[in-house]
């Protein structure tokens, strides 16, 4: 019996506390909860889910968040008292098994740092823990006394929806008042992570008026940071992790008022579907022992992935400590913004591999959020669909847009920082843009390369596109026109997709100045 969990209403289990990655993997295989892959990395299946469950994201409505958080389809309201007594059925549920328990920070900033504890019913679950959150050392661990937040995971616990005032029998709540995260009835370790995510969105604009980003970020030599904005499936793991420039972080990110851009995480969490050395050696080369791999398979007869292959899910994934990464930010941290990139996988084809936004469009943009669901990366989603997701992160936003997009646009002005918009996606012919090119468009961007060349601007969107830039195949690429065979058809499916900007900004008109407005479709 653990005195630490009865405090929590856990009180029968076997508790494993802080265990290092060899002692989790190794559980993991004797329990055949795993398999151990050629790389020395263990691949899990995480059963039914595969991917985030937003219809079954729920936020505690009370005294903290009732008059502050952006209610809706994104951010759906859950009872105090189902929450409590849900609580207490998870711990009663979790009194009988054997546990894992890990205490980890959130924020690379000490000055915003969060310290978590993080109760798992999965060995591999905690492993996940230990590569994604910031690790104390022995001599913190020593001293760590209580959380801040508590995360409690049960992928065995199924709720049930009649009672419990859920969906279905998987969930992911948060309550403010009780600085909880509840997870139960899924094993997507994705669940755990946007978890604390969700709740940084809502802690660090309200209480320290820090802006929060669904961003990778790396910085150069000389000391310059870019962010890069994107959904999942998007290429902000792909493209933040690049030889020439180090790594602050992969996913989520804060932007403090003393212009220091902090990773949330100390881990990164890749998609690993048609992953290859050649082009993506830093996440390839990540893949060892320490790493978690997700719902991979295989090839026949051997334990080598076979990273093409998706019968179980399009989102898989592996988990890894930051420092798998040979060139990044120690600790992770960067100053000095002077890049931003928004991608969007353009299932149109329409979008330009490059644009620059001037301040009203990228406003709009930010707001608008315009991507495509990758499949895999949610519940249902098995091919692309288009989608705007304010913030490119309405699932893990709970305050409204404009309190995001307010902050985004005071830190552009003052930092004189360069906007892009980045099409990730397809070309005119169902083609997704060469990996390569994205990766020279991004260097010249970066490297100034794009301040001196001839502009061109986009007749639908109004946004500037650049008519030459080093180093990718062909200079024709740039006019994401030329890819198409009927120029009819091409002009049809742009204003289709400038409609749809059009449709989607409505809910937002009532706040939007006039400024805004204007960077918004001139079709």
Not at 166 to 186: E, P
Request: aromatic fraction near 12%.
């Amino acid at each position: 019996m653990d005195s630490k969990l009865i405090n929590y209403g856990i009180s029968a289990a076997k508790v494993h506390w802080n265990l290092s990655p060899e002692e989790l993997t190794k559980i993991a295989l004797d329990k055949g909860q795993a398999e151990k892959a050629s790389s020395g990395a263990i691949n899990v299946l995480t059963g039914k889910f595969t991917g985030r469950s937003p219809k079954d994201r729920f936020i505690v409505k009370d005294e903290i968040t009732e008059n502050t958080v952006w209610w809706g389809d994104i951010n759906i309201p859950f009872e105090s008292e189902k929450f409590d007594r849900l609580y207490d059925k998870v711990c009663t549920h979790l009194s009988s098994k054997e546990l894992f328990v890990r205490d980890v920070y959130a924020c690379a900033d000490s000055r915003y740092q969060l310290k978590i504890r993080a109760i798992n019913e999965k060995a591999w679950a905690n492993l996940f823990v230990y590569n994604m959150f910031i690790r104390p050392d022995e001599e913190a661990l020593e001293n760590f006394g209580d959380p801040d937040w508590l995360i409690i995971n049960a992928p065995t616990f199924l709720a049930n929806p009649e009672t419990d005032g859920t969906r279905q029998g998987n969930f992911a709540i948060l309550n403010f008042s009780r600085k909880i995260a509840l997870i139960g009835g899924t094993g997507y370790t994705g669940e755990i992570k946007k978890g604390i995510f969700s709740a940084l969105n809502f802690l660090l604009p309200t209480f320290k008026d820090t802006m929060p980003m669904h961003c990778s970020a790396n910085t150069g030599e000389k000391g310059d940071t870019a962010l890069f904005f994107g959904l999942s499936g998007t290429g902000k793991t792909t493209l933040s992790a690049d030889k020439n420039r180090k790594l602050i972080g992969d996913d989520e990110h804060g932007w403090t008022n003393d212009n220091t851009v902090f990773n949330f995480e100390g881990g990164c969490y890749a998609k690993v579907i048609n992953l290859s050395a050649e082009g993506e050696p830093e996440i390839y080369n990540a893949i060892r022992e320490g790493s978690l791999l997700e719902n991979c398979v295989f090839k026949s007869g051997t334990n080598e992935v076979d990273f093409e292959n998706k019968s179980i899910t399009e989102n898989t994934r592996v988990s890894y400590p930051i420092h798998y990464i040979k060139n990044i930010m120690v600790p992770s941290l960067g100053k000095n913004p002077k890049n931003i990139f928004f991608l969007s996988f353009d299932a149109f084809g329409v979008l330009p591999p490059i644009s620059k936004l001037n301040a009203a469009q990228t406003a709009y943009l930010f707001t608008s959020g315009y991507t495509s669901k990758v499949a895999g990366t949610e519940a249902g989603v098995t091919e692309p669909q288009t989608t705007f997701s304010c913030c490119f992160g309405a699932p893990f936003m709970p305050l409204h847009p404009t309190k995001y997009a307010e902050m985004l646009s005071r830190k552009v002005k003052e930092t004189a920082v360069n906007v892009w918009m980045l099409n990730t996606g397809w070309n005119g012919k169902g083609k997704r843009f060469n990996l390569k090119d994205t990766r020279a468009i991004i260097h010249a961007a970066l490297d100034g390369e794009l301040d001196h060349v001839e502009y061109k601007q986009n007749p639908y969107f109004g946004f500037m596109v650049p008519q030459s830039c080093p180093n990718v195949s062909s200079n024709d690429i740039l006019n994401i026109e030329t890819s198409w065979d009927d120029p009819e058809a091409y002009d049809a499916k742009a204003r289709l997709l400038a409609e749809k900007f059009k449709e989607n900004f409505k809910k937002y008109e009532s706040f939007a100045d006039e400024e805004i407005l204007k960077g918004g479709p001139v079709v």
